[in-house]
Structure formats: structure tokens, C-alpha cells
T-cell receptor, first 117, second 116 residues
Framework: AQKITQTQPGMFVQEKEAVTLDCTYD???????LFWYKQPSSGEMIFLIY??????QNATEGRYSLNFQKARKSANLVISASQLGDSAMYFC??????????????FGQGTELSVKP | ETGVTQTPRHLVMGMTNKKSLKCEQH?????MYWYKQSAKKPLELMFV???????ENNSVPSRFSPECPNSSHLFLHLHTLQPEDSALYLC???????????????FGNGTRLTVT
């Protein structure tokens, strides 16, 4: 069975510092995708970054990077130079191949990040 | 304007009411989804429509009834709901190639539903 685990219910970071949000996953499929989403208090889920299971390099998108360690089944999100607007819930998600449960996204519990001025 | 628009943003309804949630995507995607987000719980997939055909029904009670008239619009019809159905309901869309790829889902702002 597929599972996503985020062990940090809440995190604090000082403005302009970097922060790492943890995510581990469990799957027996050789092919899968890993995603991070941001959910501000307004409720919208915003797609941040994607990592494919066969990608050789870690994904980066602006201030976001994904520290992908396949052997350890971890996909941690690193946010560099934190800004006050980064305060939000962050969800890690995994997508199995479409032949497995229709390829639906499986979400973790989320981590609430608070950026302090 | 976001690529996925949901209305209304907030809804309060009694247990005997009938209401509908609406979702519209402007991204040209071919798959649409309803997710439920309750407090302190992970997002729960409710329904999946791929090319207007329902491909997943995640054991959702019959008091929730989806409708997908075309690939751009998705509705969730609600009737005789329970207080425990109060939650944030999120609509999403994606472009599926059918190759088992890993397209991201694009979400709307959600409808905050309160059942009294």
C-alpha cells in the first residue's frame, strides 16, 4: 500500500533563513511521482515542485528544492531565504502509476510552517 | 483568475437542504477531481472523472452526488448531509496522458461547507 508520512505537524523559521520540511513515502511501484503543495489560509492548494522516481537530479523551482533520497524513500522540501508569505500548510503527495488506483494523489498529514519576522 | 474556479467560497446549509458545489477549469485538462479536507486529516479523494467518465468513487456516501457535464465543469450535489460532512471541499484538474505519468493536480480555492 502507498503511504506518505510527514512527521512535523508544525515548524518555525526565522525570516531569510532556510527550512527543511520532511516527507517519507512507502510504495512498491518502481514508477511514481512526488509533489509538494502549499496551502495558505485562503484554502487554495498551490503546486510547488515535482520529482519523478527516475529523475537523476533533485528538482528545483526558484527558492524551492526537493532533496530526493530514493534509497531512504524520502523527499524533503527545502525552502531557501524564507519569506513571511511562506507561512502556510505544506503537503507532500505521491502519485502511483495510473494502473494503480487510477494514479490518484496520496497526501500526507501536512506541516504548518510559520515564518517569524 | 486561477485556472480552477470554485463557487461558492462558503456555504452554510441545514441537514434537510439540497445544494450544489460548482467547479470550472480553464486549463484544457481532461480529468477533474473532488477532494474533501477535514480538520486534522489528510486530503481524501472522493471522485475522479477522466474524459467526463467517472473512474473512481472512493466509497463516498450517496448523499454526495457528482456530475460532470463536460471536461471543463464539475458539480457536487449535496442532500441530507450530516454535521460531520462539514469540511473544505476542493476541486482539482489535471492533464492525463494515460501513460502512467505524473501530472500535477491544479486545485481551486475550495468551498468551505458548514452543515448545521
Amino acid at each position: 500500500a502507498q503511504k506518505i508520512t510527514q512527521t512535523q505537524p508544525g515548524m518555525f523559521v526565522q525570516e531569510k533563513e532556510a527550512v527543511t520540511l520532511d516527507c517519507t513515502y512507502d510504495t512498491s511501484d518502481p514508477s511514481y511521482g512526488l509533489f509538494w503543495y502549499k496551502q495558505p489560509s485562503s484554502g487554495e492548494m498551490i503546486f510547488l515542485i515535482y520529482q519523478g522516481s527516475y529523475d537523476q537530479q533533485n528538482a528545483t523551482e526558484g527558492r524551492y528544492s526537493l532533496n530526493f533520497q530514493k534509497a531512504r524513500k524520502s523527499a524533503n522540501l527545502v525552502i531557501s531565504a524564507s519569506q513571511l508569505g511562506d507561512s502556510a500548510m505544506y503537503f507532500c503527495a505521491m502519485r502511483p502509476p495510473i494502473y494503480n488506483q487510477g494514479g490518484k494523489l496520496i497526501f500526507g498529514q501536512g506541516t504548518e510552517l510559520s515564518v517569524k519576522p | 483568475e486561477t485556472g480552477v474556479t470554485q463557487t461558492p467560497r462558503h456555504l452554510v446549509m441545514g441537514m434537510t437542504n439540497k445544494k450544489s458545489l460548482k467547479c470550472e477549469q480553464h486549463l484544457g485538462h481532461n480529468a477533474m477531481y473532488w477532494y474533501k479536507q477535514s480538520a486534522k486529516k489528510p486530503l481524501e479523494l472522493m471522485f475522479v472523472y477522466n474524459f467526463k467518465e467517472q473512474t473512481e468513487n472512493n466509497s463516498v456516501p450517496s448523499r454526495f452526488s457528482p456530475e460532470c457535464p463536460n471536461s471543463s465543469h464539475l458539480f457536487l450535489h449535496l442532500h441530507t448531509l450530516q454535521p460531520e460532512d462539514s469540511a473544505l471541499y476542493l476541486c482539482a484538474s489535471s492533464q492525463e496522458s494515460g501513460q502512467g505519468d505524473n501530472s500535477p493536480l491544479h486545485f481551486g480555492n475550495g468551498t468551505r461547507l458548514t452543515v448545521t
